[in-house]
């Protein structure tokens, strides 16, 4: 089984709210900032080849060998040199194979628990690049 844990959508938060819209937002930016650390420090590097069967703002869903696999997807993407948001492309990239370069994470308890999150995806010749604040390259680099 593969669960994926989105953060809640900040814009849903209006400005008006006052202080409790203050607390839900350093709620929401600790628990980014949590899932980054784990996913930096822990994440292995994986590459899953599939294609695209959906796409929800902050996860893309894949197929790979008849298994939907849910991938954590930042929003910014750099593509041809202009930055285009996942949802953009994600839906012209729907049904075809592709390439997604990831920071995977598995947890075995009992229940194991996988998440993927994504910073390069290929289909065809065009390749994205996710805007996120760190560089991810191979150690052997």
Request: aromatic share 6%; with cysteine.
């Amino acid at each position: 089984m593969t669960m994926v844990f989105a953060a809640p959508d900040e814009s849903t938060i209006t400005p008006e709210a006052g202080e409790s819209a203050k607390a839900a937002r350093k709620l929401i930016a600790q628990k980014r900032l949590f899932l980054a650390r784990w996913l930096l420090t822990k994440g292995e590097q994986t590459t899953l080849k599939g294609t695209i069967v959906s796409h929800v703002p902050g996860v893309t869903v894949i197929d790979v060998d008849s298994s939907r696999i849910n991938v954590l997807t930042p929003v910014n993407w750099l593509l041809d040199d202009e930055v285009i948001k996942a949802a953009d492309f994600m839906t012209q990239w729907r049904g075809q194979d592709v390439t997604m370069e990831c920071l995977r994470v598995e947890y075995s308890g009992k229940i194991k628990t996988t998440i993927y999150a994504v910073y390069k995806i290929s289909v065809g010749g065009e390749t994205a690049e996710a805007i996120i604040p760190v560089n991810i390259t191979s150690a052997s680099s």
